[in-house]
Every structure is written in C-alpha cells, then in structure tokens.
C-alpha cells in the first residue's frame, strides 16, 4: 500500500464533522482511517498494515476482498442491482436453496433481513404469533442485536438506556463454569444446575406465558463461552416439555466459525427458528435473516405473517451470499476453521496462558476464541471490572495499543480478548498473529497483582 497521509487526513475530517459512530461517545473516539483491505489484513493511509483478529465485527470470514464474491456482487449489480421482495428473483431463490440445505433439521424455510437484529426481531414476532404467549426469556452475557426488542433480550449494559420498553423479556443464567452463577466445580454441574435454574425461572414466570427462549448457540460478544455437554439438549427438552420455541442466535456463531456450518451442528441441536447474518455472505451487502421450522412456517400457511421489509432477500446481498457459501465448499473453509483451530489456533493461546499470568482461561473451538484476561488467577479478579471505562479500562487499552503497535488488530471486550480471525487465514499469519498477542500480553502482565 501505497502512504498518502492526506487523503487519509481528509477522510478522517469529514468523519470527524459528520459520521455519528454505533455505541460511542462521539468526542471520546479516534477512529482510524482505513485506506484498503485484502484477505486478513488492512492498512491504513500511513501504510501501516494490520493483521485482522476481529473479522471486522467477526463477520468477514472469508477476509477482505474475495475475488469471486467481489465479481459475483458486480455481475449481479450488471444484471439486475434491486428489486422488490415480492417477486421470486434467481439470486434470493438460490440463496435460500444454499442456506436451507445447510441449516439444521427442518429449517427449510429463510425470511430474509438486512442484518442480525432484525432477525431476532422477527424471529421473537414469529414466536410469539406461533404460541399466542407474550414473554421471552434470554440469557444474560449475551447480545442480540441494537433495535428495541433485539437489545431488549441481550444481556450486557448496551440495554440498560433501552430497558424502559422491557416488557416481556426475562433474563436467566446461562452456564458459564469459569464464572459459575451455581457454584459448580465441574461442566456436569454447571449444566444440571444451569437446566435446573432455567426450569424455575419458566415456573415463577409461568409456563403458558412463555413464547421463546433465545440463546447464543455460543454466545460470543459475552465471552465464546460454549456450553457443557448436554445443556442445550437439556434447554430443548424442556422448550418442548412448555411448548416453547427455541430460538438460537447464530449470527456470529454460525456460517463456518465453529468449524461446522453451523454451532448447533456442535451440540446436536435443531432449534424451531435460527438467526443468521454476518458470515452469510462476510458481510460484503448487508444480509441477515431467519431460518424457519415447518411446524412454525405452517403457522404462516394461510394466515399472513404481518412483517416485512423493502429489502427482504435483496439480490445484491443475496448473489454475495451464493458466491460466499460455494466460495467456502469450494475452499473448503468450513474444515480448515476446524483444523486450523484444533492444530494452530488453541494450541497457540495455550501456550501463550502457560507463560503469561494474565491469562486466567482460554476457551473456543474452529476461529472462535476467548481469552479471560485477569489480575489474580486465583481470584479470578477481571483484568478490569465489569462495564469499565476511562481509567478503569486503562489496562485493557494499553493491552489493545501494543497489539496494534505489533501490527495485530485485536479484538476487546470488557476483560477479554477474542481471536476471531477470517476463516481462511493461513498458518503462518495465525502464528504471526500469536506471537504479537504474546508481545501484548506482556503488558497485560504488568497488571496482575
Ligand atoms: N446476534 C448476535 C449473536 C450478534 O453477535 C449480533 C452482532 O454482533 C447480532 C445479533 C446483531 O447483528 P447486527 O449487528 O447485524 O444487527
């Protein structure tokens, strides 16, 4: 990449003047103006160049710029660039064909959205029309999107400003051994105790008020936090005891970053509607959705489902869609998550917590990391307390400013850093990527007690 420090001074001046930035206090934030991308990297227009351990927001896992998809995306806007939702179009026909074939059990029907909040959005309506039940019940560590019912059901401080129009949503315990809510010691614990608590909370709330249980197949904003064995078989079996819809969210979790198609595939699981977004398509056209049951779609058979959107199945995100989905059969990159995870990825945090003491867990599977990051592995005592901002978060942002000054674009939330590289990153740039974590780790370091 070629530097042009002006260029790069002009895009940051109108950002600075005009773009009003997601979750941010607008005169707190610096971003950074990005001149190009390609595969998993990004420079800036210095010419500093970035390997990419976020996937953007952990959406671009098939990297930056794919030859085939770009080409599909400009092939489709050449051919027909938009049209309305209610025609069938070849794009959003194969897109759904693609997807229905890939997502668990009998979700063969896709309603199309333009991101991963509006699925939830739709898929609580769907839920909620199919039981003729007004409450939902959602965990807590997770996130669910940014719209009003989407932000309702997640469980981090991004809803407090919005929890006026709470009605209907409960939060519970999801398992979580590492900061165990139940005092358990083991995973079997953690399960049986967590499935117990679930139980109680549909008791107190009352069974036939419950419409929906949504979780993060692995939830991930929260924390990668797979579940034990047997605790989403465990959350199924008692939707289906209530006659609950289950719906899982796998708009971060699904489309390869496991290293099966889908989390769900993990667990043996198949929910009564899934959430997608992200990886769909990485990203390239804004593209969500919801996979649906026939039991539920047969809900809609003769009654009209009331919702919808402008830009349901948008052909410009679908045809990047399809271009995504036979990019990565062809690459074969839902097995080289799997592979380069168990072989490269894991291994490597592992041996980066044996030497630094500011490594209280790593936890993931496929290109789906976590390290907690703590002052006091005995205590696990976070690196920084929950929410934290400004000075508190000092530790955090100088963790964050030498990964970057070791040319790594790290992922950070809270106390954690993920490592959510593009699926098809290679060996050599994972272990690049490892070894400037290990640099950053030695100034989380200088911060255990
Ligand atoms: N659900 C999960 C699990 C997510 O991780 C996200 C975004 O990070 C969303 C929903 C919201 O998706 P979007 O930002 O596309 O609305």
Same mark, same amino acid.
């Given at each position: 990449?070629?530097?042009?420090?002006?260029?790069?001074?002009?895009?940051?001046?109108?950002?600075?003047?005009?773009?009003?930035?997601?979750?941010?206090?607008?005169?707190?934030?610096?971003?950074?103006?990005?001149?190009?991308?390609?595969?998993?990297?990004?420079?800036?227009?210095?010419?500093?160049?970035?390997?990419?351990?976020?996937?953007?927001?952990?959406?671009?896992?098939?990297?930056?710029?794919?030859?085939?998809?770009?080409?599909?995306?400009?092939?489709?806007?050449?051919?027909?660039? *938009?049209?309305?939702? +209610?025609? &069938? %179009? @070849?794009?959003?026909?194969?897109? #759904? /064909? =693609?997807?229905?074939? !890939?997502?668990?059990?009998?979700?063969?029907?896709?309603?199309? *959205?333009?991101?991963? +909040?509006? &699925? %939830? @959005?739709?898929?609580?309506?769907? #839920? /909620? =029309?199919?039981?003729? !039940?007004?409450?939902?019940?959602?965990?807590?560590?997770?996130?669910?999107?940014?719209?009003?019912? &989407? %932000?309702?059901?997640?469980?981090?401080?991004? /809803?407090?400003?919005?929890?006026?129009?709470?009605?209907?949503?409960?939060?519970?315990?999801?398992?979580?051994?590492?900061?165990?809510?139940?005092?358990?010691?083991?995973?079997?614990?953690?399960?049986?105790?967590?499935?117990?608590?679930?139980?109680?909370?549909?008791?107190?709330?009352?069974?036939?008020?419950?419409?929906?249980?949504?979780?993060?197949?692995?939830?991930?904003?929260?924390?990668?936090?797979?579940?034990?064995?047997?605790?989403?078989?465990?959350?199924?079996?008692?939707?289906?005891?209530?006659?609950?819809?289950?719906?899982?969210?796998?708009?971060?979790?699904?489309?390869?970053?496991?290293?099966?198609?889908?989390?769900?595939?993990?667990?043996?699981?198949?929910?009564?509607?899934?959430?997608?977004?992200?990886?769909?398509?990485?990203?390239?056209?804004?593209?969500?959705?919801?996979?649906?049951?026939?039991?539920?779609?047969?809900?809609?058979?003769?009654?009209?489902?009331?919702?919808?959107?402008?830009?349901?199945?948008?052909?410009?995100?679908?045809?990047?869609?399809?271009?995504?989905?036979?990019?990565?059969?062809?690459?074969?990159?839902?097995?080289?998550?799997?592979?380069?995870?168990?072989?490269?990825?894991?291994?490597?945090?592992?041996?980066?917590?044996?030497?630094?003491?500011?490594?209280?867990?790593?936890?993931?599977?496929?290109?789906?990391?976590?390290?907690?990051?703590?002052?006091?592995?005995?205590?696990?005592?976070?690196?920084?307390?929950?929410?934290?901002?400004?000075?508190?978060?000092?530790?955090?942002?100088?963790?964050?400013?030498?990964?970057?000054?070791?040319?790594?674009?790290?992922?950070?939330?809270?106390?954690?850093?993920?490592?959510?590289?593009?699926?098809?990153?290679?060996?050599?740039?994972?272990?690049?990527?490892?070894?400037?974590?290990?640099?950053?780790?030695?100034?989380?370091?200088?911060?255990?007690?």
């Amino acid at each position: 990449p070629q530097p042009n420090p002006e260029a790069g001074a002009a895009v940051k001046a109108a950002d600075r003047a005009h773009v009003f930035h997601s979750w941010s206090a607008q005169e707190l934030i610096d971003p950074l103006a990005v001149a190009g991308a390609e595969g998993s990297y990004f420079w800036d227009y210095d010419g500093r160049r970035y390997l990419d351990f976020t996937s953007g927001l952990v959406y671009t896992n098939i990297g930056y710029q794919h030859p085939k998809v770009v080409a599909a995306i400009q092939e489709q806007a050449a051919r027909m660039t *938009t049209f309305a939702p +209610a025609f &069938a %179009v @070849e794009a959003r026909s194969e897109a #759904a /064909r =693609l997807i229905a074939e !890939r997502t668990p059990g009998d979700l063969d029907k896709i309603f199309f *959205t333009n991101g991963g +909040a509006d &699925a %939830v @959005e739709h898929a609580l309506r769907m #839920a /909620r =029309l199919h039981t003729g !039940r007004p409450k939902v019940l959602s965990a807590y560590r997770s996130y669910h999107g940014g719209t009003q019912q &989407a %932000v309702n059901v997640t469980g981090d401080p991004r /809803r407090w400003a919005s929890d006026s129009a709470t009605a209907g949503v409960v939060h519970f315990w999801a398992p979580f051994l590492y900061r165990s809510r139940f005092y358990a010691e083991t995973e079997e614990q953690e399960c049986a105790r967590a499935l117990e608590h679930l139980e109680t909370t549909i008791a107190f709330e009352g069974p036939s008020t419950v419409a929906a249980i949504i979780l993060e197949t692995i939830p991930g904003t929260a924390g990668v936090m797979p579940p034990p064995p047997g605790y989403l078989a465990g959350v199924r079996a008692l939707c289906d005891k209530y006659g609950i819809v289950l719906v899982l969210d796998e708009v971060m979790a699904g489309f390869g970053r496991t290293g099966t198609w889908f989390a769900a595939d993990l667990y043996d699981v198949v929910p009564d509607l899934m959430t997608f977004a992200k990886g769909v398509n990485s990203g390239y056209v804004p593209l969500g959705g919801v996979a649906i049951s026939a039991e539920i779609a047969a809900t809609f058979a003769t009654r009209a489902y009331p919702g919808g959107l402008t830009y349901s199945g948008h052909p410009l995100a679908c045809a990047a869609a399809v271009a995504t989905i036979n990019v990565m059969e062809e690459e074969g990159l839902v097995g080289n998550a799997a592979s380069l995870g168990t072989s490269v990825v894991g291994p490597g945090l592992r041996e980066l917590a044996e030497r630094h003491p500011s490594v209280g867990e790593v936890r993931g599977t496929g290109m789906f990391w976590a390290l907690e990051l703590v002052r006091d592995r005995e205590t696990r005592e976070p690196l920084v307390p929950y929410n934290a901002s400004g000075e508190a978060n000092a530790p955090m942002a100088a963790f964050a400013a030498a990964a970057k000054k070791a040319g790594l674009w790290p992922f950070v939330n809270m106390n954690r850093t993920h490592v959510v590289p593009p699926l098809n990153t290679g060996e050599a740039e994972l272990k690049e990527g490892l070894a400037a974590l290990d640099a950053a780790l030695s100034v989380a370091d200088e911060h255990v007690r």
